[in-house]
Nanobody, 123 residues
Framework: QVQLVESGGGSVQAGGSLKLACVAS????????MGWFRQAPGKEREEVAV???????RYADSVKGRFTITKDNAQNSLWLQLNTLKPEDTAMYYC?????????????????WGQGTQVTVSS
């Protein structure tokens, strides 16, 4: 059974930081594309950052220079460091795993979703 369990969300003031974590079980992060997505109320889910098997990453323009995606294959974990947070970053953040052996396409092909962790940024 595949599980992606996120943690690390919370409420912060603008300019603050958070670090989201995603621990995977039932799949191996090292053999697939992994990503973070977010969905704000009334808006569609959007890709925030993805990282491929080699560790190459891409980011949404709105978060470039502020967010960093990393992974630890040994721990089978994925992280998203969120710095200089803005109120418009408020959303539910989801960890996503691609299919085994499939590179990070644009858009990313999603095989599995986590349950999400809420990030709220106040001005």
């Amino acid at each position: 059974q595949v599980q992606l369990v996120e943690s690390g969300g919370g409420s912060v003031q603008a300019g603050g930081s958070l670090k989201l974590a995603c621990v995977a079980s039932g799949i191996t992060l090292s053999d697939r594309c992994m990503g973070w997505f977010r969905q704000a109320p009334g808006k569609e889910r959007e890709e925030v950052a993805v990282i491929d098997r080699a560790g190459n990453s891409r980011y949404a323009d709105s978060v470039k220079g502020r967010f960093t995606i990393t992974k630890d294959n040994a721990q089978n974990s994925l992280w998203l460091q969120l710095n200089t947070l803005k109120p418009e970053d408020t959303a539910m953040y989801y960890c996503a795993a691609g299919y085994r052996g499939v590179t990070c396409l644009a858009p990313m092909r999603i095989g599995y979703w986590g349950q999400g962790t809420q990030v709220t940024v106040s001005s």
